[in-house]
């Protein structure tokens, strides 16, 4: 299998039923049991989904697709992907407001949901100039098209369809932690392509083992993680669902490996401690198979920087925690980990992808990289360097062997009356290893850096630390005396509440004023 030759879904659908075939691929838990559907399912299921959908409109349409990760959900988002329809996979936490604004800028044709927006979707649908808006309800709604639309049904022939490999498939509205969303779009073999890297990780990704898939499916980093990739690679992927239920899935589905982003990394962490704390014959590494099952060997981390504090304390678990680096305009990865990297680097630079730094800023050549913001000429042409690199918008420096290390963001840049550039990455770095607190933002205000802290409340608890103010505002007088003038902390803001955060975890910046 070599990214020569499968350059669509639909071949590497076609590609991974023939080769594992009745092997288990998904499974998840529904009405008390334990469920699993094969690779020879997954296309089946998938197959009557493009056939239904192209029975409806055998026209190429924009499909917004919002529902919660479950099997239909997958099984939806490929029959779209397979059917030569552009796919635009929404959060099912979305408003019926923003549904509408990013609906119409899509120009949806067609809208699918489940009950998670079901309530949502007449006021989300007005305004937008749809062909369908159509319920697909639940599992019992999906078992009719499996039927009726079959490989021996009367529209078998319409899924007979050659989909073009460069044309858009997907498009993905970029979170942003500041300014307008933009719908990316990635064509097929962006999509496909970008799992077909070499894995750094030799002892983790092997058929037949098996990753809980946590994060949402409407993020290209878990929809081509946690179920492409994992198809390519002849895994189990067990579908956990809600958060709610995945220190229950932990020890059900048991599984080797975890995608996950920091802010999950550090709740399973207290998870431990706290089994720990009732359990304290224990090991560190036996408390935390009680969280984790058995099997656990890998959590990987995305979309947010990665404290090495956190590393470390997982590997006093036995568990390797390491981080890659991407974006959705590249295609999703751009590094991926490498347990020989530096635990502070975002890992290696995958083999399909070029990187360079200039002026500061990592830039990368790709063949995944994204066609363009959906009709934001403008704003796609300001992505890309005169000679065709993507800009990342990330302050970083890459090694001769290959590892990337991000330190900061270009557009968080904090620019002084003095002239001086600060990036506030840089100095949020210096709090990682405080135990004391879970959350950090530098940003400037009226020409002066401002330091706004989230604490560690359960660490306080435990350590019986009541000023906490006190103790931060000391903490940070003290690395005042050492630190550059421009880098001086001239006001501190104690938090009482987290700070908002994108879908994908990373928290939202006020713009500098």
Same mark, same amino acid.
């Given at each position: 299998?070599?990214?020569?030759?499968?350059?669509?879904?639909?071949?590497?659908?076609?590609?991974?039923?023939e080769?594992?075939?009745?092997?288990?691929?998904l499974?998840?838990?529904?009405d008390?049991?334990?469920?699993?559907?094969?690779f020879?399912?997954?296309?089946?299921?998938?197959?009557?989904?493009?056939?239904?959908?192209?029975?409806?409109?055998?026209?190429?349409?924009?499909?917004?697709?919002?529902?919660?990760?479950?099997?239909?959900?997958?099984?939806?988002?490929?029959?779209?992907?397979?059917?030569?329809?552009?796919?635009?996979?929404?959060?099912?936490?979305?408003?019926?407001?923003e549904?509408?604004?990013?609906?119409?800028?899509?120009?949806?044709?067609?809208?699918?949901?489940?009950?998670?927006?079901?309530?949502?979707?007449?006021?989300?649908?007005?305004?937008?100039?749809?062909?369908?808006?159509?319920?697909?309800?639940?599992?019992?709604?999906?078992?009719?098209?499996?039927?009726?639309?079959?490989?021996?049904?009367?529209?078998?022939?319409?899924?007979?369809?050659?989909?073009?490999?460069?044309?858009?498939?997907?498009?993905?509205?970029?979170?942003?932690?500041?300014?307008?969303k933009?719908?990316?779009?990635?064509?097929?073999k962006?999509?496909?392509?970008?799992?077909?890297?070499?894995?750094?990780?030799?002892?983790v990704?092997?058929?037949?083992?098996?990753?809980?898939?946590?994060?949402?499916?409407?993020?290209?980093?878990?929809?081509?993680?946690d179920?492409?990739?994992?198809?390519?690679?002849?895994?189990?992927?067990?579908?956990?669902?809600?958060?709610?239920?995945?220190?229950?899935?932990?020890?059900?589905?048991?599984?080797?490996?975890?995608?996950?982003?920091?802010?999950?990394?550090?709740?399973?962490?207290?998870?431990?401690?706290?089994?720990?704390?009732?359990?304290?014959?224990l090991?560190?590494?036996?408390?935390?198979?009680?969280?984790?099952?058995?099997?656990?060997?890998?959590?990987?981390?995305? $979309?947010? #920087?990665?404290? @090495?504090?956190l590393?470390?304390?997982?590997?006093?678990? =036995?568990?390797? &925690? /390491?981080? *890659?680096?991407?974006?959705?305009?590249?295609?999703?990865?751009?590094?991926v980990?490498?347990p020989?990297?530096?635990?502070?680097?975002?890992?290696?630079?995958?083999?399909?992808?070029?990187?360079?730094?200039?002026?500061?800023?990592?830039?990368?050549?790709?063949p995944?990289?994204?066609? $363009?913001? #959906?009709?934001? @000429?403008?704003?796609?042409?300001?992505?890309?360097?005169? =000679?065709?690199? &993507? /800009?990342? *918008?990330?302050?970083?420096r890459?090694?001769?062997?290959?590892?990337?290390?991000?330190?900061?963001?270009?557009?968080?840049?904090?620019?002084?009356?003095?002239?001086?550039?600060?990036?506030?990455?840089?100095?949020?770095?210096?709090?990682?290893?405080?135990?004391?607190?879970?959350?950090?933002?530098? #940003?400037?205000?009226?020409?002066?850096?401002?330091?706004?802290?989230?604490?560690?409340?359960?660490?306080?608890?435990?350590?019986?630390?009541?000023?906490?103010?006190?103790?931060?505002?000391?903490?940070v007088?003290?690395?005042?005396?050492?630190?550059?003038?421009?880098?001086?902390?001239?006001?501190?803001?104690?938090?009482?509440?987290?700070?908002?955060k994108?879908?994908?975890g990373?928290?939202?910046?006020?713009?500098?004023?």
């Open positions: 299998m070599t990214n020569h030759t499968i350059e669509t879904v639909r071949a590497l659908l076609d590609d991974c039923a080769k594992y075939g009745k092997k288990t691929f499974k998840f838990f529904r008390g049991f334990v469920e699993s559907r094969s020879l399912e997954t296309r089946t299921d998938a197959l009557a989904v493009c056939r239904w959908i192209r029975s409806l409109n055998p026209q190429r349409m924009h499909v917004a697709f919002v529902a919660k990760t479950s099997y239909e959900y997958i099984i939806c988002m490929t029959g779209i992907l397979i059917s030569g329809n552009v796919g635009i996979p929404l959060s099912p936490e979305i408003s019926a407001e549904a509408a604004i990013l609906m119409k800028r899509a120009d949806v044709d067609m809208l699918l949901y489940d009950d998670t927006f079901a309530d949502k979707a007449a006021d989300a649908a007005k305004g937008a100039n749809l062909l369908f808006s159509v319920d697909i309800g639940d599992a019992a709604s999906f078992e009719h098209i499996y039927y009726a639309y079959g490989d021996d049904s009367e529209y078998a022939s319409l899924s007979d369809i050659q989909v073009d490999p460069d044309a858009a498939a997907v498009m993905i509205y970029t979170s942003g932690t500041t300014g307008v933009k719908a990316v779009m990635l064509s097929s962006a999509l496909v392509g970008n799992i077909m890297y070499h894995d750094y990780i030799t002892d990704f092997r058929p037949n083992d098996v990753a809980l898939s946590v994060l949402p499916m409407y993020h290209v980093y878990s929809f081509t993680g179920y492409l990739k994992n198809m390519k690679d002849g895994l189990q992927v067990a579908l956990n669902g809600d958060l709610r239920y995945m220190t229950a899935n932990l020890l059900r589905f048991e599984p080797r490996v975890i995608r996950v982003v920091p802010m999950i990394a550090q709740t399973l962490l207290r998870c431990v401690r706290a089994v720990h704390n009732r359990n304290p014959h090991t560190a590494p036996e408390a935390a198979r009680l969280v984790f099952g058995r099997n656990i060997k890998w959590l990987i981390s995305g $979309g947010a #920087y990665l404290p @090495p504090r590393i470390e304390e997982y590997e006093q678990l =036995d568990i390797y &925690l /390491r981080q *890659g680096y991407g974006m959705t305009e590249a295609g999703c990865r751009i590094s980990p490498d020989d990297a530096d635990k502070s680097s975002v890992g290696r630079v995958i083999d399909i992808c070029t990187a360079r730094v200039q002026n500061g800023e990592i830039q990368v050549n790709t995944t990289k994204m066609l $363009g913001y #959906y009709k934001m @000429p403008q704003e796609s042409a300001a992505l890309f360097t005169p =000679d065709g690199w &993507l /800009r990342t *918008g990330d302050i970083g890459l090694t001769e062997d290959g590892q990337l290390f991000i330190t900061g963001r270009v557009k968080n840049l904090i620019i002084l009356s003095s002239g001086e550039n600060v990036s506030p990455e840089a100095i949020e770095k210096k709090f990682n290893d405080v135990p004391l607190i879970q959350e950090v933002m530098v #940003y400037g205000e009226n020409d002066r850096i401002v330091a706004e802290f989230y604490p560690n409340n359960d660490y306080a608890e435990e350590n019986n630390i009541d000023d906490i103010d006190g103790i931060l505002e000391a903490l007088d003290e690395m005042n005396k050492s630190a550059k003038p421009s880098h001086v902390i001239a006001k501190v803001k104690i938090r009482r509440e987290p700070f908002e994108t879908g994908s990373k928290i939202k910046r006020p713009r500098n004023v």
